[in-house]
T-cell receptor, first 113, second 112 residues
């Protein structure tokens, strides 16, 4: 049972480039989340999904897109990368009924130069 | 005013000390209160969970919720160097449990 996995672990992007951060979970969880974590700023919710085919915006969705075609995968797309998107990105999942327990992946460190 | 306020620290204590970590919040509708622990360069993991008011104990850790003061605390007894991490409080409210609201985290260092 791998839990929540994220790839890549680290990436450097040039301004204007695009990329997809991958997230997968093998726990059959309905809920999945994308957060960004900046120093001293805590976790900010970017997008979340309550099941395959259903996604919704979080607190800071601008500059990002998501899709959820399967229960297992929840990729995050960055279009036209900007320096303000330099951050650590965490994917998380939880099962229905367990509001308190989100399982986090190891994170992707992104540097936009 | 932020929905959840947390002192960023860092908090540096000697091994064996009692540690108190705190969060205040402004939304009186919050009913679910959590503490997550995050080691350096890792994802957060759930440490303690409390529903509504009261105390909850788990080994060396005690979580307290005071809804009248909109204040939650995490106490660590007999702190160990392995407790060195960032501690994030998180909250949510009934009928909107899709999302958690996180504090900014308090960095704790326990030195031998």
């Amino acid at each position: 049972n791998a839990g929540v996995t994220q790839t890549p672990k680290f990436r450097i992007l040039k301004i204007g480039q695009s990329m997809t951060l991958q997230c997968a979970q093998d726990m059959n969880h309905n809920y999945m989340y994308w957060y960004r974590q900046d120093p001293g700023m805590g976790l900010k919710l970017i997008y979340y999904s309550v099941g395959a085919g259903i996604t919704d915006k979080g607190e800071v969705p601008n500059g990002y897109n998501v899709s959820r075609s399967t229960t297992e995968d929840f990729p995050l797309r960055l279009e036209l990368a900007a320096p303000s998107q330099t951050s650590v990105y965490f994917c998380a999942s939880r099962r229905t009924g367990a509001e308190e327990t989100q399982y986090f992946g190891p994170g992707t460190r992104l540097l936009v130069l | 005013q932020k929905e959840v306020e947390q002192d960023p620290g860092p908090l540096s204590v000697p091994e064996g000390a009692i540690v108190s970590l705190n969060c205040t919040y402004s939304n009186s509708a919050f009913q679910y209160f959590m503490w997550y622990r995050q080691y350096s360069r890792k994802g957060p993991e759930l440490l303690m969970y409390t529903y509504s008011s009261g105390n909850k104990e788990d080994g060396r850790f005690t979580a307290q919720v005071d809804k009248s003061s909109k204040y939650i605390s995490l106490f660590i007894r007999d702190s160990q160097p392995s407790d060195s991490a960032t501690y994030l409080c998180a909250m949510s409210w009934p009928y909107n449990t899709d999302k958690l609201i996180f504090g900014t985290g308090t960095r704790l260092q326990v030195f031998p």
